[in-house]
């Protein structure tokens, strides 16, 4: 369990540079972009491609970190009120949900990216190989599939009477 853990960490690690360099580059090609439309008057063409792929970047790998931090939006109105063993029960079948959407997410996403390079799929303004662009999605659900293996891992060896355990199973440890 311990070199699933140090391996978590290290695609965790991975995946947080990937995020902030896409999100960080996004910010740039949009300020560039505001700049030379408005102030400039000369629109640069390949920007909001640019920008939306860097986007799509973003959110990949960004959300899948957020889901190995426990990061993730959740409603908690009903799972707060019940014991703790039900609280370990729903952390553990939500994050087993999570698991079986990752994987279908990553095997729908790598058939569009087949999909794409069996046509030679291209993209309007940059014309690079739509399969670039569509390589985050079935990584992220990879990395998402990973990460809810991880916590459902170490929420079902914690226990319900485990507090760590309990956490780990909703994806807080």
Known sequence: MAGLLRLANL????????AAVALGVFT??????VIARYLLHAPIIWSN???????????????????KRGALMEVRLLRDRCP??????MGLLTQGIILGFS??????????ILTSFR?????????IPMLYIYLPMPAG???????????????AAGG???????????GKA
């Open 11 to 18: 695609l965790e690690g991975a995946a947080t540079v990937v």
């Open 119 to 127: 046509t030679g799929t291209i993209s309007p303004a940059l014309e």
């Open 160 to 170: 319900p009477e485990d507090s760590a355990g309990a956490q780990a199973a909703s």
């Open 28 to 33: 740039a090609v949009v300020i560039a972009e």
């Open 141 to 155: 659900f990879g990395l998402m599939g990973f990460f809810s293996l991880v916590n459902l891992l170490r929420g």
């Open 84 to 89: 703790a063993r039900i609280r370990w029960a």
């Open 49 to 67: 491609e640019v920008a939306t792929y860097l986007f799509i970047y973003a959110v990949f790998f960004g959300g899948s970190v957020a889901l």
């Open 103 to 112: 994987l279908v997410g990553a095997i729908f996403a790598g058939e569009l």
